[in-house]
């Protein structure tokens, strides 16, 4: 099967400018996950999605980073205005709802490099 | 609340030799642990998972891992180490709706 997609791979972007990435989760996987990867650290979940609906975006600067899944299939994510500390890899994450072990396992995209400058 | 602590930021060790990655983790409710391996501009891969069944768990890759709740550890083992296994290594722990990752321990494998 294929695996979560995401795009662009790299983006570089000066401070102020707005942003967006695109993710393709896993087909059938009704829960997509955005993470936010600072360099040296563990990713840091941004939002979940169960279908179209929000479950969790408590940890979303919500004064600037935005997220949709409007058909509940793929999803992007922006950032507008883009800040200094938002260089990191955003990653895309999607599970399966089928089972309680299946939605325990989530399957990742390679992520998008940000640079911001 | 759910955390996990991994015990040294970086890892060397030479090729054919034992590989010990060390993870601690804390969890309000019995834990679903995982490890993920991310090699140099990629997404993380799914190495192995704890769900509740044989405390020993077999992974991928040679790799293995044992849950010892009185310890609240879930070390990452391999006997013996390839130039390939040369990665970031990722613990982490989930309550059943998130994961929580530690902040990973990058192993250098020297030949």
């Known amino acids: 099967e294929a695996g979560v997609a995401q795009s662009p791979r790299y983006k570089i972007i000066e401070k102020r400018q707005s942003v967006a990435f695109w993710c393709n989760p896993i087909s059938g996987h009704a829960t997509l996950y955005w993470y936010q990867q600072i360099l040296g650290q563990g990713p840091k979940l941004l939002i979940q999605f169960q279908n179209n609906g929000v479950v969790d975006d408590s940890q979303l600067p919500k004064d600037r980073f935005s997220a949709e899944r409007l058909k509940g299939v793929d999803s992007t994510l922006k950032i507008q205005p883009a800040k200094l500390e938002d260089s990191a890899v955003y990653l895309c994450?999607?599970?399966?709802?089928?089972?309680?072990?299946?939605?325990?396992?989530?399957?990742f995209g390679a992520g998008t490099r940000l640079s911001v400058l | 609340a759910q955390s996990v602590t991994q015990l040294g930021s970086h890892v060397s060790v030479s090729e054919g030799a034992l590989v010990l990655l060390r993870c601690n983790y804390s969890s309000s409710v019995p834990p679903y642990l995982f490890w993920y391996v991310q090699y140099p501009n990629q997404g993380l891969q799914l190495l192995l998972k704890?769900?509740?069944?044989?405390?020993l768990v077999k992974g991928i890759n040679g790799f293995e891992a044992e849950f010892k709740k009185s310890e609240t550890s879930f070390h990452l083992t391999k006997p013996s180490a390839h130039m390939s296994d040369a990665a970031e290594y990722f613990c982490a722990v989930s309550d059943s709706n998130n994961l929580f990752f530690g902040t990973g321990t990058r192993l250098t494998v020297i030949p």
């Open positions: 704890y769900t509740s069944a044989a405390t």
């Open positions: 994450a999607s599970s399966s709802t089928e089972g309680r072990l299946a939605k325990n396992i989530q399957y």
